[in-house]
């Protein structure tokens, strides 16, 4: 049978281990954030300050920078991005389904509306959405055009990072 002091003992391992993974994890998250600073910031500026985007280095490895977009609708901003899609021809991105909610009890309900889908041979869930891949592709082809896209509808950030490929 285990003491009360022994558990005690354990509590404080326990409460160690906890506070040796939030360390870790703040260490993390600070290499991450300097990772991303030199990858967005740092390195672009001074590959575009030596006017060069791509870089071979002594020990083989290869850098170059590229404009990449990251972007996520925003929710408020949902139904103002899919109007634009719409409106200005590339409604195709959006991805459509439908879905119905039954409450306790309404079972059978639920029931005859599937068998009725089923039967016209569609499935039921309505749901809009873009793909992030697709967006963040549609977004880069666009501002590279220079097609006048509005960005804060789509959540978007276009930004030059560096990448670098082991020899």
């Known amino acids: 049978m285990i003491s009360l002091d022994e558990m005690a003992s354990l509590a404080r391992v326990m409460a160690e281990a906890e506070d040796a993974v939030r360390q870790q994890e703040a260490s993390l998250k600070e290499a991450k954030e300097k990772a991303r600073r030199l990858r967005e910031e740092t390195i672009p500026a001074a590959m575009q300050e030596l006017g060069i985007d791509k870089l071979e280095l002594n020990t083989g490895e290869k850098i170059s920078v590229s404009q ?50 089923q039967e016209r041979g569609l499935n039921a869930k ?12 549609f977004l880069k082809e666009q501002i590279s055009t220079g097609a006048n896209v509005p960005l804060d509808l789509f959540g978007a950030r276009p930004v030059w990072t560096a990448k670098i490929k082991k020899s």
């Open 68 to 117: 990449e977009v990251y972007a996520s609708i925003p929710n408020e901003h949902k139904d103002q991005a899919f109007r634009w899609l719409n409106d200005n021809g590339f409604g195709g991105l959006i991805k459509v389904g439908v879905s119905s909610s039954y409450g306790k009890g309404e079972q059978s309900k639920a029931m005859e509306l599937f068998q009725e889908l």
């Open 126 to 137: 309505f749901d809009e959405g873009v793909h992030p891949q697709t967006l963040k592709a």
